[in-house]
């Protein structure tokens, strides 16, 4: 009986729809979702001049990248015409690959994101003001807020469903008065504060009048002289220059580029296109950077970028006329021939160590090392920053530093890398589409690998280069991306300049090998739309490369010291992927060159690092920057000590807002939640490998992070009052009691000022690396 009944139930319930649809085309005429491919060029509301910027500080803050809720990206015109879709993106448990759905990629009309399963939010229907309301879900969530605004409270009831992975309800406008009497508390925006009263009626007002549309301000002539030049150099017809423009496409692709002489700066994407400069771009695009473009000569070119900036995936670079001459150098002038252009066969392409061996290998790693931290931001901002399965591969505070690219003999030995890493296979060599026991292959190769280069190491290395601090790379004596801080989040992460903090929970020793291979696995070669096996293996393969990193730390502690630490590093850890690869990772024997004054060797090697890349430290986060009087900075210093139970009550990421007394202005700061692991050797249990006796805070000044877990208000003469409950944290009623006290909660009416307040220093504190932040993550607490 059960099936016959399963089958009348979809067959009303598909039914009811129908009618429902029927009725909406009977009053306001058949849909055409042709009609916002050329909407309306005016009317008494602008988008640009009075809908943009409401959308950017209200939705953009949650619709926005490939997290945004129902795909729902309201961060551009056309991610708003393209509409919704039921399907998530980051999907953890998917069997089988997704179709891509890449905004400006995957279709470019609004009938062809309907043939993908996309809905209207906008009305499609007959164009008059009754239709346009009634028609529009985006105006539907925004009057159902007006009527039913967040109940009265400090949290918001268990009705609200706050996390990342709960059952979405995108809903089309056909159907909303079934959402409006389920969820009437569900209104836009969910689970925040309504719009203040006048950008509410600016957006109805809007929809209201068809949502008018006019083409964007056309590039600037300044900006255009930059592009042409730019083009031209990444588009020569040369052998050796063809390959370079590939070279740096496939390490660009996600990047913001932006030109010194823009105020404030317009960015711009690097695509591959069929068509040459002085032509409208004919952009192609694949699955992947590296995938067959389908033509026989590809083209870079760059476009605007037409979605909001946020700051989960900003990742600004700027092009100069200093750095075109340094490309030249690295790649160009030297003396070498390309005799043939790789093929894009996946099994090669995928490769970068069989795609690119003809280019100079110290020219790729000053390439990567230079820009350091955007090339490590890649895989912390690129498309598997979201979720668990991505970010439990790394702690949450960890250093990361880098081979000096004059003494890599090892990483750069043009021999050894045809001989070994040819045959390292990436993940994203295999289909989307893969089993999860592919490790087990990828295992075998590392392992082959790393006997390979420690029989080199002991070789070639030991007892001829010293393994001390001049194995670093000191940034060439002014570059602050010589070392690094990645601090993970929970589910998210951040990379910064800098070794910050006291002492790392971990650290990493990256060399040119590395580095590349960290990016064609999480970044070129990593597939968002992938299925479960995909995923499984990207992270299980980016274990093996962060433990390789950790064994070339390790080797500057003394010989008989680099197994204990390892053994602090993985306490209890049964992982045999692990096991598999460390038995063979960690045969190098060669005694540090390095003369320790005292019998805690890692201690104190930390801070012999730090002391000697100190003249490249990036001091923008320090405390100092702040409010400067001595008894305020000494209470905020005393935060740094906060250890155990007291920070383990803290939530992963707080900004703080101290109103200063002296300087007439409001500091902010970023509190970090660093938890500690037994180990993080394996993707399940984390909770079980928890030890919160261990967990410790950092303040820093700025801002740090694109996902904030709550905010603090405060007057500077209250800093010791917040530090001191800090200090005393024991409990979720005291974390309640100080949210209480400072806390501007989800639910506060005054959240919207706040935030608007933020956002606005924020761009001030950092004009190039500020975006919109993501609310998601906020706490109810």
Not at 164 to 172: E, N, S
Not at 339 to 348: A, G, H, I, L, R
Not at 350 to 374: K, V
Not at 505 to 534: C, F, K, M
Request: proline residues 6%; contains cysteine.
């Amino acid at each position: 009986m059960r099936q016959p009944v399963i089958l009348l139930l979809i067959l009303l319930a598909t039914g009811c729809a129908s009618l429902v649809i029927n009725d909406f085309d009977q009053r306001f005429g058949a849909a055409d979702p042709a009609r916002f491919d050329q909407p309306l060029a005016t009317g008494d509301t602008d988008y640009w001049r009075d809908i943009k910027p409401v959308l950017e500080q209200r939705c953009v803050v949650c619709h926005a990248c490939y997290d945004a809720p129902c795909q729902l990206k309201l961060g551009s015109f056309e991610g708003i015409a393209r509409g919704a879709h039921t399907d998530k993106v980051y999907d953890g448990e998917r069997l089988l690959a997704a179709r891509t759905t890449r905004l400006f990629e995957d279709a470019h009309s609004t009938a062809q994101w309907r043939e993908l399963d996309f809905f209207p939010i906008l009305n499609e229907r007959r164009n008059d003001p009754e239709a346009n309301i009634t028609g529009s879900t985006l105006a539907q969530m925004l009057l159902l807020k007006e009527d039913h605004p967040l109940p009265n409270g400090p949290t918001l009831p268990d009705s609200f469903d706050l996390g990342l992975d709960r059952d979405q309800q995108c809903v089309k406008v056909e159907q909303f008065d079934d959402f409006r009497r389920d969820y009437p508390l569900w209104g836009m925006p969910y689970g925040l504060p309504a719009l203040p009263k006048k950008e509410r009626q600016l957006l109805l007002q809007w929809v209201q009048e068809g949502a008018p549309y006019s083409a964007p301000a056309p590039i600037a002539p300044v900006l255009q002289k930059h592009i042409d030049a730019w083009e031209r150099f990444l588009n020569q017809d040369a052998p050796k220059a063809q390959l370079t423009s590939r070279y740096l496409y496939e390490h660009l692709y996600l990047a913001h580029l932006y030109f010194e002489d823009g105020t404030p700066p317009r960015y711009f994407e690097l695509v591959r296109s069929a068509t040459a400069p002085g032509q409208p771009v004919q952009r192609i695009s694949t699955r992947r950077p590296y995938d067959d473009p389908g033509v026989a000569r590809v083209y870079y070119r760059m476009l605007p970028v037409r979605e909001a900036i946020v700051a989960k995936t900003h990742m600004p670079y700027k092009l100069s006329p200093a750095r075109l001459q340094r490309w030249q150098d690295l790649f160009l002038k030297p003396a070498y021939r390309v005799e043939k252009q790789p093929s894009y066969d996946v099994e090669t392409a995928s490769n970068p160590f069989i795609t690119f061996r003809q280019l100079p290998a110290g020219a790729r790693y000053r390439f990567l090392l230079e820009e350091a931290q955007f090339s490590v931001m890649n895989f912390i901002k690129g498309p598997v920053c979201r979720g668990q399965m991505a970010l439990n591969v790394i702690n949450d505070h960890s250093w990361v530093l880098f081979v000096d690219p004059d003494l890599a003999s090892l990483d750069l030995n043009a021999d050894f890398m045809a001989k070994q890493l040819t045959r390292i296979s990436l993940p994203g060599e295999a289909d989307s589409n893969v089993t999860p026991l592919r490790w087990l292959l990828y295992a075998d190769e590392e392992k082959n690998f790393l006997k390979a280069k420690s029989d080199f190491l002991n070789q070639h290395v030991k007892d001829r280069i010293p393994l001390d601090l001049n194995l670093l790379w000191h940034g060439d004596g002014n570059n602050q991306n010589a070392a690094l801080t990645i601090f993970r989040h929970s589910d998210s992460a951040s990379v910064v300049k800098g070794l910050q903090g006291d002492q790392p929970q971990t650290a990493w020793l990256l060399s040119y090998p590395l580095l590349e291979r960290i990016h064609y696995l999480l970044v070129a070669g990593y597939d968002v739309y992938g299925n479960v096996g995909h995923q499984l293996n990207s992270r299980i393969y980016m274990d093996f490369l962060r433990m390789e990193a950790e064994f070339n730390f390790l080797a500057l502690l003394p010989r008989d010291q680099r197994e204990k630490v390892r053994g602090q590093w993985y306490r209890g850890s049964v992982n045999e992927v692990k096991e598999y690869v460390y038995q063979h990772g960690n045969k190098f024997d060669g005694e540090t060159g390095i003369q320790y004054k005292t019998d805690q060797p890692l201690p104190e090697l930390y801070q012999r690092i730090k002391q000697t890349l100190g003249p490249v430290h990036d001091k923008q986060y320090a405390l100092e920057n702040g409010i400067t009087d001595p008894a305020t900075l000494q209470s905020l210093q005393q935060i740094q000590q906060i250890r155990g139970g007291s920070a383990a009550v803290l939530p992963q990421t707080l900004v703080i807002a101290i109103a200063s007394n002296q300087q007439a202005k409001t500091h902010y700061y970023t509190l970090m939640h660093h938890n500690a692991y037994s180990n993080i050797s394996n993707i399940f249990g984390e909770e079980d490998r928890r030890l919160p006796q261990e967990d410790q805070v950092w303040l820093a000044h700025g801002f740090i992070g694109a996902y904030p877990s709550v905010f603090l208000q405060l007057d500077q003469d209250e800093v010791p009052e917040l530090v001191q409950r800090l200090q005393t944290l024991a409990s979720e009623s005291d974390y309640r009691a100080l949210l209480d006290e400072f806390g501007v909660r989800r639910t506060d009416p005054r959240f919207w000022d706040f935030s608007d307040d933020l956002h606005r220093a924020y761009r001030k504190h950092a004009s190039i690396e500020a975006g919109w932040l993501d609310y998601n993550r906020l706490e109810n607490r």
